[in-house]
């Protein structure tokens, strides 16, 4: 009877197991008393599967910043920065438990959550205006989140795809030497075949229709590892371009190899903010060398990245792993972020007069919704050329709207613009309050007023 | 005209990713023919074996030294499965043994990330994977060095594992033990060192795979779910048929980018993801056991 | 152990053949009932949205899965499929359909999953065993593919991924996680009640025989394709029913990512660990799939903090599940139901040990 026997000595064993998780559950929701008032941020890292490589980066930057603000600045205003991370695995229904868990610590609420991705931001986009969090999309999700009378509590500050595409259509009329030489001009939108990859569309196929451009939308379906038929389509249709909207490091340098395969060049590929980092440039080897993306956190040794270097790695506590990283497109990206809800924050301790203090959500809101980063900001916190000067109000709610294109040269990007601004961007808004409007209606929401 | 050339470049260039899709399938089939178990993990093994190859090269060995490493990294691997997670559900039900090597495909993604981290990573086997020119200016079809080199390595594979399966002592070994162990057992066949055996080959078949996918589509974590993209192919081909493998991987290739390229487009394309699913319970339909497999017989 | 259950006689067919033959195990479901009713006035938030809720949500899922593989022996990987099918099911329901109330809608969603469940079903009268679980694979990767491709099932939305409609029920709408938690509760009860039942009676038995032995089933006059397909049938109802709860109570999205093959793999997990061909099983093996994860990272992250870097914690999480499963499966293959069965045994005899 062995089971008999392993279930007679496994019990004390298994009721041990439950009261050390009764323990644990408890201990990190209980009550801590502080000496110093610590604001506490929620981290739904995504450190394993598929999207690991974004993940560390992004948060590998994020966590980083935290940390040199309290090192170099002892925190904001004297309040110290704490976080606690929580594994999602990108997926949305951890995504979800990872929000519930995070919400709180001791007596205080987290005030922002970043998703880094499109699914995990729609599972939690429902909790913020009840559960008082601000959702910063940097870069990506809900795109009419930017109409902030319909999404008081969710925002787009890095731009979102509507303006990117619009740039990239842009750079690309640029290169072919004006938009009336774009009449006639074949662009294939090659995109993984989910919601994110098709959501330029609704703006791509209104630019397309106003410059006579035929437009072709190719879909992968995931993981995309193989991309041979699609692109034997693409040489078929004779493409002068390809805008690239994938995800997933596999898909993005498969698409380059197999572009390289069926001879399609490299310099007239465009690729999207998620698609092109360096994870995605380097196992396409030799291959990649030409492919254009778009940046909305432009890669390089900033001066900031330089002094984290300095402050927090110098000490042993960086967050990457690998430290090469540090400067890479989604650590930037990271870093970005972070420095958005640090500055949020102290527009929060300012607005509302307590410097020195713990804020609450709303008022954490408030100072987010009040950013406004100039280039002289920009250079004060050392991220000039970085990320693009903003300012956000009650119904703006989208950043910036203006990226960097860079180039891939081998071993790394080149700069190759300034920051760029979408060409129309009252179209862009036009279709962003139409898709507000809509969304408003069907679920009986008053939009606030905005004065 | 020109829409003939062009469907004989995609039916080409099936052929030659259904290659690729029957090297990752021939891990599948040793395992299955040799211990009627269905290792889902071939997919992470598939992983772990090409980023252990890398890794060590990263290390600092080369090439001709790190190959040989991580051929012995994953003979343990197979070893320690073998004797840890076979050896004690070897008499389980069929479900059992698939879901131990779900598990056993969690935990070695885990170790993989673990041992070398998260980065994505680029292999450079020295082979090129762009069109070769003379093919190119020939036939105005796209081929590279990379494919052929796929091919021709799939296709002597499967060549000696069928020669070693029907006409080596140990391949008749092994096809005791999957038809009846107890029985192979009481013949005095060593099952534990059969069972070593063939775990190890299946690991070594993987790390080629793992290579080869590696050097088109960089190493990284989307590798593991190459292994969705076999089973079609081992359904068409029959679990326990070696030849069948390249057949069915040829079928399932070619099917696959035809149907994309020329039916896709009126749903509006990515209908690759299950089309070779639906080909092949089509083909189940018509053959229960797949192409080449055992015919299943049921007493009652 | 701790009470007598000598001295009850059952002296009808009626009694005989109830759920609960001992008085003290009826007290005992009922008082599980109440405080199950009772939970959430005492649990927070937390453990209402992210432990409670998609533990029951996913049981449900369990119990078909168990419907279909552990009784019926049909070996299927398609169960997040089905419960895609639900959900958009209910959201369009609920969306075309003014003021139908939502276990209405639910119902329905669950009927609409059964159909597609008959038709991804038929491939099972031919084919068997491993090769229905990869043809079942067909069904999980078409199904999500054809939800997400055509954009009425999304209703045109041009973000494409759809926030799930508010539950509304005369009139009141269920909004907060604990109104949530008792509509979930209510329809995981009836439908487990239906399900022991179905277990218990004439079809429990007919997919057992098809089971254990089809061609005798057969012989004996089952008919194999009613059998199968009323299998199907049912469990994708309640995978469908489970489907449209996890996107309306507990995602509060409705996107077919969600309903990825990995949860089907979670599903099947489920049913394994649980325990193949019994009810409780799947309660027992949703727990434990769900809660393993989440143990395991605060675990982590309460002992070693921020000292261990938080990718090999990750990476670690993953490897002890993958270890615990497969060590799961060597000591206890039938499951935690299994394990149950064992330790009611023995309580029945202790102090005594037979």
Known sequence: ?451 | ?300 | MFYREAGQFRTSYAQDSQIFPLRQDRIGMVILLIAAALLPFVANAYWLTAILIPWLVLSLVALGQNILMGYAGQLSLGSAGFMAVGAFACYNLILRIDGIPFVVAVALSGVCAALVGIVFGLPSLRIRGLYLAVATLASQFFIVWALDKFPWFKNYDPAGVITAQPIIMFGHNFASPREKYWVVLAIVVVLTLLAKNMARGSVGRGWMAVRDMDVAAEVMGLSLLRTKLQAFAISSFYCGVGGALFAFAYLQTVEPSAFAIDLSFRILFMVIIGGLGTIMGSFLGAGFILLMPIFLNIFFHSVFGKSVDATITSALEQVIFGAIIIVFLIFEPLGFARLWQLTKERLRLWPFSH
């Open chain 2, 1 to 300: 005209m020109v829409d003939f050339w062009f469907f004989i470049e995609v039916l080409v260039g099936g052929l030659l990713s259904g290659t690729m899709y029957s090297l990752v399938a021939l891990g599948f089939v040793l395992i299955y023919k040799a211990s009627s178990v269905f290792n889902f993990a071939q997919g992470a093994m598939v992983f772990f074996a090409v980023l252990t190859f890398v890794g060590f090269m990263e290390l600092g060995l080369p090439f001709w030294a790190a190959l040989p490493v991580a051929v012995g990294v994953m003979v343990l691997v197979g070893m320690a499965t073998e004797r840890f997670v076979l050896r004690p559900l070897v008499s389980q039900s069929e479900d059992t043994l698939l879901m131990a090597t779900i598990g056993l495909a969690f935990v070695i993604e885990g170790v993989a990330q673990l041992a070398w981290g998260v980065d994505v990573r680029r292999l450079d086997l020295g082979i090129r994977d762009e069109p070769i020119n003379w093919v190119m200016d020939t036939t105005g079809m796209l081929i590279s060095q990379l494919d052929i080199t796929a091919a021709l390595v799939a296709g002597i594979m499967v060549v000696a594992l069928a020669l070693l399966f029907s006409y080596t002592k140990v391949g008749r070994g092994l096809r005791a033990v999957a038809d009846d162990h107890a029985a192979a057992l009481s013949i005095g066949i060593p099952l534990k060192h059969i069972w070593m055996l063939v775990w190890a080959t299946a690991g070594i078949v993987a790390l080629v795979a793992g290579m080869l996918w590696g050097a088109r589509s960089g190493v990284q974590f989307a590798l593991v779910w190459v292994a969705l993209k076999a089973l079609p192919v081992l359904i068409i081909g029959g679990f326990t048929s070696i030849p069948g493998v390249i057949i069915a991987g040829l079928i399932v290739g070619a099917a696959e980018k035809v149907l994309e390229v020329y039916i896709g487009p009126f749903f509006g394309g990515g209908i690759e993801g299950w089309a070779p699913y639906m080909l092949a319970v089509f083909f189940l339909l018509i053959r229960p056991e797949g192409l080449f497999g055992e015919k299943i017989i049921r007493r009652v």
């Open chain 1, 1 to 451: 009877m062995m089971i008999d026997t392993i279930l007679r000595r496994a019990m004390p064993g298994i009721a041990a197991l439950a009261a050390g998780f009764a323990l644990a559950t408890a201990s990190s929701v209980a009550l801590a008393q502080q000496e110093q008032p610590e604001q506490y941020f929620g981290i739904p890292s995504s450190r394993v599967g598929p999207y690991s490589a974004m993940g560390t980066g992004y948060y590998g930057g994020i966590i980083d910043y935290l940390n040199y603000v309290n090192m170099k600045f002892g925190g904001v205003n004297g309040v110290k920065l704490t976080y606690d991370e929580c594994e999602t695995e990108y997926n949305a229904a951890r995504t979800v438990e990872c929000y519930q868990r995070l919400l709180n610590k001791g007596d205080q609420k987290m005030v922002v959550f970043d998703t880094l991705g499109t699914p995990g931001a729609y599972a939690v986009i429902g909790r913020m205006a009840p559960d008082n969090v601000v959702l910063a999309q940097y870069g990506y999700g809900r795109t009419d989140a930017a109409d902030g009378r319909v999404w008081p509590w969710v925002f787009n500050a890095a731009g979102h795809y509507w303006g990117q595409i619009a740039v990239k259509m842009n750079f690309m009329a640029q290169k072919e030497g004006g938009i009336d030489k774009m009449k006639g001009k074949t662009i294939v939108h090659l995109h993984i075949d989910t919601a994110y990859g098709r959501e330029p569309l609704p703006a791509m196929r209104e630019i397309a229709k106003e410059w006579g451009v035929k437009l072709i939308e190719i879909a992968i379906p995931p993981p995309g590892l193989e991309q041979q038929s699609q692109w034997l389509q693409i040489r078929k249709e004779k493409a002068d371009w390809v805008t690239f909207w994938g995800a997933g490091s596999g898909m993005n340098s498969t698409a380059i190899t197999t572009a390289a395969r069926v001879g399609f060049p490299r310099e007239r590929m465009v690729y999207v903010t998620f698609g092109g980092a360096e994870e995605d440039m380097i196992p396409a080897g030799d291959a990649a060398k030409g492919t254009y993306v778009a940046a909305n956190a432009a890669p390089g040794k900033f001066p900031l990245i330089q002094d984290i270097e300095k402050v927090v790695y110098a000490a042993g506590k960086g967050n990457m792993q690998n430290p090469q990283r540090v400067g890479t497109v989604y650590y930037n990206r990271g870093v970005g972020a972070a420095v958005m809800w640090v500055e949020a924050l102290k527009n929060a301790q300012r607005i509302h007069n307590k410097a020195g203090k713990t804020v609450t959500g709303a008022e954490f809101r408030d100072g987010y919704e009040a950013l406004d980063i100039n280039d002289n900001k920009l250079k004060e916190l050392g991220i000039l050329g970085m990320s693009a000067p903003f300012k956000m109000s009650c119904a703006k709610h989208d950043g910036s709207e203006r990226f960097r294109m860079m180039q891939w040269d081998g071993t790394k990007f080149v700069l190759l613009t300034d920051w760029v601004a979408a060409p129309n961007p009252a179209f862009i808004r036009k279709l962003i309050e139409d898709s507000a409007a809509k969304y408003a209606a069907e679920n009986n929401i008053t939009p606030r007023q905005c004065s």
